[in-house]
């Protein structure tokens, strides 16, 4: 049985992630993290919802761009985590790097993605790891143009 991805949207998604990649996200935790079973909500938001959530779970002020809620799958009935991801933020990080805004939203569903799958970016060497992890899925699935 493979991992089971549910794609939630507060903010109208980019055109170009609909319908949204599940599928990538899927074998990210299964080739990432050797998790095969599961669900996890993945949550496209504003940065209203993501300062709430920050105060409230890291008691940081304002927004930030990504939050990955791991669960213990055991104690939930098969939830693995919940990612949620700011449109706003993304969209603002897509114009610093001249990216579209569909493969920053991308990124950093991946980005929250490996966090559920374990991967974790407090070490200099582990950032390095986890950015890399992090840049090949993003390219795998909504490569650069030329």
Not at 54 to 63: A, H, L, Q, T, V
Not at 66 to 75: C, E, I, K, N, R
Not at 99 to 117: D, I, K, P, Q, S
Request: glycine letters at 8%; a negative charge; proline letters at 8%.
């Amino acid at each position: 049985m493979a991992p089971r991805i549910r794609f939630h949207a507060s903010v109208a998604p980019p055109p170009e992630l609909d319908p949204f990649p599940s599928g990538a996200l899927e074998r990210v935790l299964r080739e990432a993290g050797g998790i095969d079973a599961g669900e996890v909500h993945c949550v496209l938001t504003d940065d209203a919802e993501m300062t709430e959530l920050n105060e409230r779970f890291r008691g940081k002020p304002g927004p930030t761009d990504v939050l990955a809620f791991p669960y213990d799958p055991v104690t939930t009935g098969g939830a693995l985590g919940d990612v949620y991801v700011s449109l706003e933020r993304a969209a603002e990080q897509a114009a610093e790097r001249g990216e579209t805004l569909a493969r920053e939203v991308w990124r950093l569903f991946v980005h929250g993605t490996l966090h559920l799958a374990g991967h974790e970016h407090d070490t200099a060497s582990g950032e390095r790891r986890m950015i890399d992890r992090q840049e090949a899925w993003v390219e795998r699935v909504l490569p650069q143009d030329p």
